[in-house]
């Protein structure tokens, strides 16, 4: 079984910073893209950033283009967003998302159960 467990949220100021974490666990042989969601209270789920298995970021939402930084440690299965100049706007439970997933001779998509960020005026 594959899992993906998020974790470095909280509560942080307007113009703070976090850096999430989202670590894969499991029979993994290989994760291609890993992705990077949130979801505000009363909207819908939107990405937020892309990367690549060859560390290629190939996409990022446009209001938190030149703020946020995805990047991720192939040996250890992780994925990480680097969330700098916070908005108030940005408060949200940010999802990992793992759409191709080869573990035990199978593909698996798979999420993690979300961390929550907090971002105060």
């Known amino acids: 079984q594959v899992q993906l467990v998020e974790s470095g949220g909280g509560l942080v100021q307007a113009g703070g910073s976090l850096r999430l974490s989202c670590a894969a666990s499991?029979?993994?042989?290989?994760?291609?893209?890993m992705n990077w969601y949130r979801q505000a209270p009363g909207k819908q789920r939107e990405l937020v950033a892309s990367?690549?298995?060859?560390?290629?970021?190939?996409y990022y939402k446009d209001s938190v283009k030149g703020r946020f930084t995805i990047s991720r440690d192939n040996a250890k299965n992780t994925v990480y967003l680097q969330m700098n100049s916070l908005k108030p706007e940005d408060t949200a439970v940010y999802y990992c998302?793992?759409?191709?997933?080869?573990?035990?001779?199978?593909?698996?998509?798979?999420w993690g159960q979300g961390t929550l960020v907090t971002v105060s005026s």
């Open positions: 998302d793992a759409p191709d997933v080869v573990a035990n001779g199978r593909y698996l998509a798979v």
């Open positions: 499991g029979s993994i042989f290989r994760i291609n893209a």
């Open positions: 990367i690549t298995y060859g560390g290629i970021t190939n």
